[in-house]
């Protein structure tokens, strides 16, 4: 938790002043200043958006930071191919209903064009960096907001809000500059960009009771259905044209729901009962199992997978 908001929470812990932020509150009110800051600093700022749940709070805070303008930047997905139909039906309804623009990265256009090539475990996460940071320099994107949480991957601990990517968008924790209270150090090189974090210090249960709170609205499948699944390393997979079940794999209808969303290939469901807000709410405060620990079948290659995507320019 940074200074700024341990400062803010501590006076407010105990509803002692009539003046107190509630946690909710103060973790809302860091990130429309980090928001705010951003679009003031920056000239060409962009909103990574995949229709999870994390990129869908942060819309919600910058068309509150902003609001009755429009929100002043464009969203930004990369889209594997290999992505749930529910979850890009749902970002299309949002970026149609708010008025937004979206730039669409398609991993399945290098793939096409022999830039990139499929891997032996048909994973298509880790081919979207390519896509993204040639995204990032062709359009001159100075600022990139990502959904990265604290509770997230342990590689999380060693950015700031403001995260300097060099001009071949890679990452050197070395680099990273000290942020004292909500003093952000934006200054980049030309052809650098910064990846900005408003949701730093919120844990995945806080997304969810901001979630209820605002009465945002999800993609259906993070709530609890029906679905056909098959196992692979110890994960629930959707069944699907994107490469399972393979042989030796069957097929069965479970009853389950997803912690987080992403390309088919890695992201695992959890079995759940869990069909409301609340429900998934009483869920998660009762998991020992971190979100990405539970369903992320890439995060499982490594100690230090995700610090190494990373280093390469990965979100």
Known sequence: MTPALDAVTAAGGG????????????????????????????????L???????????????????????????????????????VLAF??????????R????LVQ???????????????????????????????????????????????RAKERVFSLRDEFSQWDPRRQRPELWNLYNGRHLPREHVRVFPLSNWTELDVWQYIARERIELP?????????????HHMWLTAGPWGGPEEGERAEKRRVRYRTVGDMSCTGAVDSDADTIDKV??????????????????????????EDRKREGYF
């Open 15 to 46: 509803g002692e002043s009539p003046y107190a932020l509630s946690h909710p509150d103060a973790l809302e009110s860091e990130a429309v200043h980090i928001l705010r800051e951003v679009a003031g600093e920056f000239d060409n700022p962009v």
């Open 281 to 306: 709410i009483t869920e998660i405060a009762a998991s020992r199992l971190t979100e990405r620990g539970a369903t992320r079948a890439d995060d499982k290659l490594s100690e230090a997978a995700m």
């Open 91 to 100: 970002r299309d309804r949002v970026v149609a209903e708010h008025g937004l």
């Open 48 to 86: 990574l958006f995949s229709g999870g749940k994390d990129s869908i709070v942060m819309l919600h805070l910058a068309l509150k930071a902003f609001t009755p303008a429009p929100v002043p930047f464009a969203l930004l997905h990369v889209d594997t191919g290999h992505n749930f139909p529910e």
């Open 109 to 155: 256009d290098y793939i096409d064009r022999g830039v990139l090539k499929e891997r032996p475990d048909g994973t298509r996460n880790p081919l979207q960096t390519r896509p993204l940071t040639d995204t990032i320099q062709r359009e001159r994107f100075d600022a990139v907001f990502g959904g990265g949480r604290r509770d997230e991957e342990k590689a």
């Open 102 to 105: 979206l730039h669409v990265a």
């Open 220 to 232: 259906a499948i993070y709530f609890a259905h029906e679905r056909e699944v098959f196992q692979r």
